[in-house]
């Protein structure tokens, strides 16, 4: 059978005073029930109940000691396994971001191969007129032809070229 758990600490009880009134009819049993025909005195009779009182209350302290040591002992193991699950949790975390960094990683555009002797284009090849975007953008219809060299090329004379013959350049 288990041992029933203390609620009480033992420590801070003190022995009751069997010698009183409120002990007498107990005494009276214990005098009239001694073993062997020897006779006890009321006195004797209240020294072996504080005897046996003594006795139980020294293994109750023991068991009491070993009540807080293993309480102690769990909260120790609990506090060592809350902080092994948030290692693990901190640790999955980290993983969790340098996987999504080297994911990233992978996703960032890379530059091709530098090739220092090809040349560089001298003209801006034509581009679409603002109006045809305009219409793109807002999903509307637009004729094909804003969108061929010679729309292009069109819209680049609207726009007066490059640079406009009345604007300022630099010298």
Known sequence: M??????????????????????????????????????????????????????EHSARKLL?????????????????ARAAQEALTHEAAEAAAEAERIELEKKKPKLGEFDPTLLIP????????NFAKKKLDDKEYVELWYYTKEGCLDAEALRGGVEADESFGIT
């Open 122 to 129: 001298d003209f801006i090849a034509p581009r679409a007129s």
């Open 2 to 55: 288990a041992a029933q758990r203390l609620t009480l600490d033992p420590n801070l009880e003190s022995c009751p005073d069997y010698t009183s009134a409120s002990f007498k009819s107990i005494r009276d049993l214990i005098v009239a029930g001694s073993a062997l025909g020897t006779s006890l005195s009321d006195a004797e009779a209240a020294g072996q109940m504080t005897v046996g009182w003594n006795t």
């Open 64 to 80: 009491w000691d070993a009540q807080v040591k293993a309480d102690s002992d769990q909260v120790a193991a609990d506090a060592d």
